[in-house]
């Protein structure tokens, strides 16, 4: 069984400990998840959310979660994300629609600024390793 240790230096602040820890530690992990980027579209393909980044920002991670459940875990289970994003000026939105979904056993975190995504339209992307 694997264990998750979440953590923060004490002489090294976090100053978005809402949002992210800066390491975290899997001992003997059962599975490694890697997850594909995942865009603001719903099951059929179809862009959800035209030019709402937060509506895009919870397309991602309800699909995030729907990927996790499909392979055995939940959004708790990831430990890593990378979000790259067209607009990093709107990262308060993107942060505020993270935090309904992560509110525990927060997972560590880069965002990267892209000059653009697959298709247009899209304005956010996830991609994310998770551990079970």
Not at 70 to 84: C, N, Q
Not at 94 to 111: G, H, Q
């Amino acid at each position: 069984m694997s264990t998750i240790t979440r953590g923060n230096p004490g002489n090294l602040k976090n100053v978005r400990s809402n949002i992210y820890n800066h390491y975290i530690r899997v001992d003997n992990p059962k599975s490694l998840i890697f997850l594909s980027g995942q865009l603001s579209r719903d099951e059929n393909g179809r862009l959800v959310g035209a030019g709402d980044m937060e509506e895009q920002t919870r397309q991602c991670i309800r699909n995030m979660e729907t990927v996790m459940k499909e392979a055995g875990g939940t959004l708790r289970d990831i430990v890593s994300l990378v979000v790259y994003t067209c607009d990093v000026r709107e990262f308060k939105k993107i942060v505020s629609a993270r935090m309904e979904f992560f509110k525990e056993d927060l997972p560590t975190s880069t965002i990267v600024e892209v000059n653009h995504l697959a298709d247009p339209g899209l304005l956010i992307e996830f991609q994310a390793i998770a551990a079970l």
